[in-house]
């Protein structure tokens, strides 16, 4: 099972480009990187997920550098309404166990206006 | 589509209670797992239900149970319940079984407050 580490906590403001990195250095062949965002009092929900390289979707960026020991999600021009927890997961699409399933503390975003 | 619901939303009990929590998965969707979210532990995996039988388990005590029916539905009971027990119970579901590739649907949680 892939260990993650995140940062605890990171401060923006509205209209910046956001970038957060996710380390995972025992990541396995087979394991796709997958990020969902959290808002208070509510359940995750699944942002972007990518395997290498660059991955774009309607909400944000995702980067994989070629030894895929890391990821980073880049949320463009963020708003107040992105504050929020965002967990970044590494897992093996045909394990059978609870890998993947680990969603760690997360990364604390806070937007300043 | 409607999205996973979850029963109730709030609940309060008290110590050496048992609690049953619901969870509806979304339409087509067969996979049900459950989640414990609390402020110093962060958000961990109790189970997975697929086609009425457990297929995964997190690391917790045998207090911790559920089950899932035909329709995909899903409960989760605690007995005996201890005051560490209060936190944001969280259900999601999937269309298959669950992989990092699977995209899981969480619903809004059952906040349970053990006193």
């Known amino acids: 099972l892939a260990k993650t580490t995140q940062p605890i906590s990171m401060d923006s403001y509205e209209g910046q480009e956001v970038n957060i990195t996710c380390s995972h250095n025992?990541?396995?062949?087979?394991?796709?990187i997958t990020w969902y965002q959290q808002f208070p009092s509510q359940g995750p929900r699944f942002i972007i997920q990518?395997?290498?390289t660059k991955v774009t979707n309607e909400v944000a960026s995702l980067f994989i550098p070629a030894d895929r020991k890391s990821s980073t999600l880049s949320l463009p021009r963020v708003s107040l309404s992105d504050t929020a927890v965002y967990y970044c997961?590494?897992?093996?699409?045909?394990?059978?166990?609870?890998?993947?399933?680990?969603f760690g503390k997360g990364t604390h975003l806070i937007i300043q206006p | 589509k409607a999205g996973v619901t979850q029963t109730p939303r709030y609940l309060i009990k008290t110590r050496g209670q048992q609690v049953t929590l619901s969870c509806s998965p979304i339409?087509?969707?067969?996979?049900v797992s459950w989640y414990q979210q609390t402020p110093g532990q962060g958000l961990q995996f109790l189970f997975e239900?697929?086609?009425?039988?457990?297929?995964n388990k997190g690391n917790f005590p045998g207090r911790f149970s559920g089950r899932q029916f035909s329709n995909s539905r899903s409960e989760m009971n605690v007995s005996t319940l201890e005051l560490g027990d209060s936190a944001l119970y969280l259900c999601?579901?999937?269309?298959?079984?669950?992989?990092?590739?699977?995209?899981?649907?969480f619903g809004p949680g059952t906040r349970l407050l053990v006193l």
């Open positions: 990518g395997y290498k």
């Open positions: 025992n990541i396995a062949t087979n394991d796709y």
């Open positions: 997961l590494v897992g093996d699409p045909s394990g059978g166990g609870a890998d993947g399933l680990t």
């Open positions: 999601a579901s999937s269309l298959g079984r669950i992989r990092a590739r699977e995209t899981q649907y």
């Open positions: 239900y697929f086609s009425e039988t457990q297929r």
């Open positions: 339409s087509g969707h067969r996979s």
